[in-house]
Each structure stands twice: as C-alpha cells, then as structure tokens.
Nanobody, 115 residues
Framework: QVHVVESGGGLVQPGGSLRLSCVAS????????MGWYRQAPGKQRELVAA???????NYADSVKGRFTISRDNAKSTVYLQMNSLKPEDTAVYYC?????????WGQGTQVTVSS
C-alpha cells in the first residue's frame, strides 16, 4: 500500500502564493499519473491538477493559469505551485493517483485564503 504525506499549506492573503508538496512511498510513483485534489467545506472532493509519469499536465478551469503541478520522480514527490490565490481556493488539499481506485488518502494540508 502506498502512503502519501502532504505539506505546505497555510494562511495566505488573496493574491498570495503557496507551494504544496506531497511525498509518496513506493517506487510505483514514477509510473503513476498523480493529481492534486481539494475539498472545501460542504463540497465534494475535486481534482484540480494532474501530471502523467512523462510530465503531461491538466488543470481544472478554475485554477488554469494560476496553479502549476510538477513532479520529481527521483524523490517520489509531486508539487503544486499556487499563485494569485483567491478565497474560493480555501480547502484541504490532497494528493493521490488519478485512478478509479485511489491509494489511501493522506491527512491533506489546509489552505486558507483570507484577508
């Protein structure tokens, strides 16, 4: 079973930036399409960014142009650079593989955008 640990969240003002990190156990990471998900209070978890094992990325329309996903396969780590943050980006952010069957979910990292 692969385990993931997310970090890097915090409180930031609108327009600010944060960089999230997610470390996954296991060598399977390097052949896995990875994604960043978020869940706001009272809402379903949604996929906001994904990157294939060969570096192709996709983004939800709500974050396109503001968020950038990247990965370091040697470190089994995926990153999410978030710029121009908005209050509506407030959520718990999770990483996991992009698949019908996910790995066990980590604890996530809270991102709060507020003045």
């Amino acid at each position: 079973q692969v385990h993931v640990v997310e970090s890097g969240g915090g409180l930031v003002q609108p327009g600010g930036s944060l960089r999230l990190s997610c470390v996954a156990s296991g060598s399977i990471f390097r052949i896995t399409t990875m994604g960043w998900y978020r869940q706001a209070p009272g809402k379903q978890r949604e996929l906001v960014a994904a990157m294939s094992s060969v570096g192709m990325s996709n983004y939800a329309d709500s974050v396109k142009g503001r968020f950038t996903i990247s990965r370091d396969n040697a470190k089994s780590t995926v990153y999410l650079q978030m710029n121009s943050l908005k209050p509506e980006d407030t959520a718990v952010y999770y990483c996991n593989k992009v698949s019908q069957v996910a790995w066990a979910w980590g604890q996530g990292t809270q991102v709060t955008v507020s003045s």
